[in-house]
């Protein structure tokens, strides 16, 4: 008979050593597990619009972004001579009666790009009881604005963005959700442009957070909300919300979507922001900020970047949210990089990295100052320089980078950092070459001839080109 092996010390210390490097093991990913989680929870414990969450989604963000370099800049058209300020101010001198003026919205109408506002009631009686009974419209590229006769639309929408309660239009787009797009999505800009069928309708952009962990704004498609103030559109306001959900994949069906003043700013504002990480994922990082970059805003202006534009980028004609980023300083102030976002939420980014072209244009930011010195005997207590546009032609035989300038008067008491402001009948409008920092007040009543004049004006100090 077999006897059973006794067991010697060899196998006690190779078992008690097998236990103790499953201990080990077992330590190591237990400690790992515990550094993961307390590194998530951490995470989630930031704000998602601070902090390190917002770091990493940008981040994400731009390895997203279907993008494209530009070789050459893209030709404008259709430029707007008067800021958006001063266009809703100019509307409200219009009314003749007890309403509100809407914030004007620059969007595409058939072949015509314009100012597009409504009139809405005033005072909380009418807001919780009236309609909206008037759209106008007036061509954003001319000189004098009229905003009477033939501007003006009769419609008859039972929301706007100034009304109350059921009225509102972004309540009655959120009454629409589900419980989903409830926590997912959020109402933007509301503009009211021309269907197919070349009726009014209100578009409202739709904002979707995207990622829970890294939560990011994309584009979430628009609500289209047509005519109709019967009692019928108030209670399905109230109880079923308001509107015709179109996604993103959807837009190219419709044709008055395309080319269209269409994604919300939020989101293009983010996209813009996540150029921060052009150079890599530590260019924004604290002591570092290699090739980081900024979006200047100017608060006088009352317009923050995108400016909305139209451009001949390719072989795309059509409107695009435009930033002009600088270096993340505040007191540089260079061009560092264009960017151009598809207005319509459709096709590529384009990018046009100027610091890599190795030019030396002057950014936005620094445009109000060069306006000023270019002109002191103007009375700058009460004016000021407002919304500097990209003005891009070929001029002296080369592609050349302008920025376009109002000058603008304030109602308020002469304060330049807020209030209410206009232009004149004929505004004065500047010119100044980016790369050459050279100011040139041209005739605002005639924009066929800015070209000419710019070439006759600055030949001399072109002349080395």
């Not at 963000?61 to 259709?78: A, D, N, S, W």
């Not at 009686?125 to 003006?152: C, M, Q, Y």
């Not at 900020?289 to 001949?312: A, M």
């Amino acid at each position: 008979r077999d006897q059973p092996r006794s067991r010697g010390l060899g196998d006690v210390y190779k078992r008690q050593s097998i236990g103790s490097a499953i201990c080990v093991k077992r330590r190591y990913w237990t400690g790992s597990i515990l550094m993961v989680l307390s590194l998530v929870m951490g995470i989630l414990a930031f704000p998602f619009d601070s902090g390190i969450r917002n770091y990493l989604a940008l981040w994400w963000h731009y390895g997203g972004i279907e993008q494209k370099e530009l070789e050459v800049l893209p030709l404008t058209r259709y430029e707007r001579i008067h800021p958006r300020n001063a266009v809703q101010t100019l509307a409200r001198e219009g009314i003749s009666d007890v309403h509100e003026v809407s914030a004007p919205e620059f969007v595409r109408d058939g072949d015509d790009y314009i100012w597009s506002m409504a009139i809405e009631p005033a005072f909380a009686i009418r807001r919780l009881t009236g309609t909206v009974e008037e759209v106008i419209r007036v061509p954003a590229d001319k000189v004098a604005l009229n905003f009477s006769g033939d501007n003006r639309y009769k419609v008859d929408f039972f929301s706007s963005e100034g009304m109350l309660a059921a009225r509102d239009t972004r309540k009655a787009v959120v009454n629409r959700f589900g419980p989903w797009r409830f926590m997912n999505y959020k109402p933007g800009q509301v503009r009211y442009i021309r269907n197919d069928e070349g009726k009014w309708v209100q578009m409202v952009s739709l904002v979707r957070w995207k990622g829970f962990f890294l939560p990011r704004p994309v584009f979430g498609g628009v609500v289209v909300i047509e005519q109709g103030s019967g009692a019928d559109e108030v209670t399905k306001s109230v109880f079923t919300g308001a509107g015709k959900w179109i996604r993103p994949e959807e837009i190219p069906e419709h044709k008055f979507l395309l080319n269209q003043n269409v994604i919300p700013e939020t989101v293009s504002r983010f996209t813009a922001q996540s150029y921060r990480f052009s150079r890599g994922f530590l260019s924004p990082m604290p002591g570092y900020h290699r090739g980081d970059i900024r979006i200047p805003d100017l608060p006088g202006d009352y317009n923050d970047q995108p400016f909305t534009g139209y451009f001949e980028v390719g072989d795309k004609a059509s409107l695009y949210h435009y930033f002009a980023l600088e270096p993340f300083q505040a007191d540089k102030q260079g061009l560092n990089t264009s960017l151009f976002v598809p207005a319509d939420g459709q096709g590529v980014t384009y990018v046009f990295r100027h610091y890599e072209k190795k030019q030396s244009l002057t950014g936005v930011s620094a445009i109000v100052s060069k306006v000023m010195e270019s002109r002191k005997n103007y009375d700058w207590s009460r004016n000021s320089a407002a919304e500097q546009r990209p003005f891009i032609r070929d001029v002296g035989g080369k592609r050349r980078f302008f920025w376009l300038t109002s000058v603008v008067t304030h109602k308020d008491g002469g304060d330049t950092e807020g209030g209410n402001f206009i232009v004149g009948a004929a505004p004065d409008i500047t010119l100044t070459d980016a790369e050459y920092k050279t100011v040139v007040w041209v005739d605002s009543r005639k924009p066929d001839e800015w070209e000419k004049q710019m070439e006759e004006e600055l030949s001399s100090v072109w002349a080395p080109d």
